[in-house]
T-cell receptor
Framework: AQSVTQPDIHITVSEGASLELRCNYS??????LFWYVQSPGQGLQLLLK??????LVQGIKGFEAEFKRSQSSFNLRKPSVHWSDAAEYFC????????????FGTGTSLTVIP | NAGVTQTPKFRVLKTGQSMTLLCAQD?????MYWYRQDPGMGLRLIHY???????AKGEVPDGYNVSRLKKQNFLLGLESAAPSQTSVYFC????????????????FGPGTRLTVL
């Protein structure tokens, strides 16, 4: 069965520090992987996505993610966090073989300390 | 290009009342979805549609009904609202994930905050 795990419920970092948010997935075929960000009271916005090609994917707002098939991971990174990055982050896997459903992790809440 | 829109943005119901949430998209997407978001539980799929006139159950369909009479609209109905249905509801739409050889993401609406008293 398809599933996504985000082990960290909440992370706090200082502004300017680096960030890594973890995501592990379970999927039988080649995964379609996504990272979304949700600011308070807002909908979800796509940060980046991966299906094939270079395993290091660049996204918006300076974010990147690396696909590691051997570890079933798709971790999100940012070299230097800004206060405006404080938000909820969701990892998702898209499944072609189950009616095009997307499976979301439970999210990681990011707090940025000035 | 408005993307995905949802109406209403906020609603308060009394237990037992009914209501319909409307989702509209202008991107010609075949697939549309309804999710609910509750603290600590991420997004849970209620129902989805793979095309006009077709719908399917997701993870948490009980107490909800849906209809997709037009390709651009996806309606979510609550037949008899219960306090457990207090949540934020999101609609999304997409092309098939592999369509065109790419990873096609879901586009989300701004959400509807529903409170059932």
């Amino acid at each position: 069965a398809q599933s996504v795990t985000q082990p960290d419920i909440h992370i706090t970092v200082s502004e300017g520090a680096s960030l890594e948010l973890r995501c592990n997935y379970s999927y039988g075929a080649t995964p379609y992987l996504f990272w979304y960000v949700q600011s308070p009271g807002q909908g979800l916005q796509l940060l980046l996505k991966y299906f094939s090609g270079d395993t290091l994917v660049q996204g918006i707002k300076g974010f990147e993610a690396e696909f590691k098939r051997s570890q079933s991971s798709f971790n999100l990174r940012k070299p230097s966090v800004h206060w405006s990055d404080a938000a909820e982050y969701f990892c998702a896997v898209g499944a072609r073989n189950t009616g095009n459903q997307f499976y979301f992790g439970t999210g990681t809440s990011l707090t940025v300390i000035p | 290009n408005a993307g995905v829109t949802q109406t209403p943005k906020f609603r308060v119901l009394k237990t037992g009342q009914s209501m319909t949430l409307l989702c509209a998209q202008d991107m010609n997407h075949e697939y549309m979805y309804w999710y609910r978001q509750d603290p600590g539980m991420g997004l849970r799929l209620i129902h989805y549609s793979v095309g006009e006139g077709t719908t399917a159950k997701g993870e948490v369909p009980d107490g909800y009904n849906v209809s997709r009479l037009k390709k651009q609209n996806f309606l979510l109905g609550l037949e008899s609202a219960a306090p457990s249905q207090t949540s934020v509801y999101f609609c999304a739409s997409s092309y098939p994930v592999g369509y065109g050889g790419g990873a096609n993401e879901q586009f989300f609406g701004p959400g509807t905050r529903l409170t059932v008293l």
